[in-house]
């Protein structure tokens, strides 16, 4: 290892040993330097973000609390990060094939997002949900299939993700986000200050109902309607990053 390097780790270690104390917050890789990963992580969403959490008593406890579905809504390319520090598992993310940046290519692999083609179905990507789910993982995803734009307008809920939750006979955990920043393009979120409101609802077992996937669709965006107060908006999500528009960023 050159000077470099050893710069590097000791800055790594100086740095990420003190916050991950602080933050108490292993990861759930519980590998060392992904535990360093996830408590800067976490103490960046609580200081640069102030992220303000409720409802952390609906969060399972455990790191394997599968087959398990994170629904939320969708604000901001920092959501899946403000929502994932919370949680003491792992979440494998379902995210648009057009919002994947070349050069994070590495961490796209360490946490196994699940790609969509938002072109049209993609049974690749519903298949490869339905074994995470099968062998006892969760699964996040961002039912509205795009950004709020406005703010605080929630979109209609894509059918497919009614169509994972009865195929799959996996939970639900809802959770509602806001106050986060609304700029674009979505990633633009990671370095713009807010103060991020994050709200974990009960989890939802609709394996103990006869609801079909558009029920279970209807079912869900209704709760999210009256938790949250927002109007519904109507406009149907497109590809344009322009904050005034929508934009689709995760069809499920």
């Known amino acids: 290892m050159d000077w470099l390097g050893w710069v590097i780790l000791g800055l790594s270690l100086a740095i990420g040993l003190p916050v991950l104390i602080l933050s108490r917050a292993p990861s759930p890789h519980g590998t060392f330097w992904s535990n360093i990963a996830y408590g800067v992580s976490r103490v960046y969403c609580r200081s640069y973000h102030s992220a ?3 409802g952390r008593e609906h969060i399972p406890e455990t ?7 994170v629904v939320a809504n969708h604000t901001a390319g920092i959501d899946a990060v403000l929502i994932a520090v919370e949680c003491p598992f792992f979440i494998r993310w379902v995210m648009a094939e057009d919002m994947r940046l070349p050069w994070l290519g ?3 692999r360490w946490q196994r997002v699940i790609f969509v083609n938002r ?3 993609d049974r690749r990507a519903l298949r490869e ?3 995470e789910l099968d062998a006892g993982g969760v699964i996040g995803i ?3 299939g795009g950004l709020e734009r406005p703010e ?3 979109l209609r809920f894509e059918k497919g993700v009614g169509m994972l939750i009865k195929r799959s006979g996996a939970r639900v955990l809802p959770v509602w986000v806001a106050d986060t920043p609304q700029v674009d393009p979505a990633w633009a979120s990671l370095w713009h200050p807010s103060r991020s409101r994050v709200a974990f609802a009960p989890v939802i077992d609709y394996a103990k109902t006869d ?3 558009d029920e279970i669709v209807a079912d869900l965006h209704a709760r999210f309607v009256t938790w949250t107060g927002w109007p519904i908006n109507e406009s149907p999500p497109t590809p344009d990053v322009d904050p005034k528009k929508s934009s689709r960023t995760a069809r499920a």
């Open 52 to 54: 303000r959490i409720s």
């Open 63 to 69: 790191r394997k609390p599968g087959p398990l579905i």
């Open 152 to 154: 605080n307008e929630l």
């Open 211 to 213: 609801l079909s996937g």
């Open 119 to 121: 072109e049209g179905k």
């Open 142 to 144: 961002f039912p509205e």
């Open 106 to 108: 590495w961490f796209w």
């Open 129 to 131: 949900a339905l074994r």
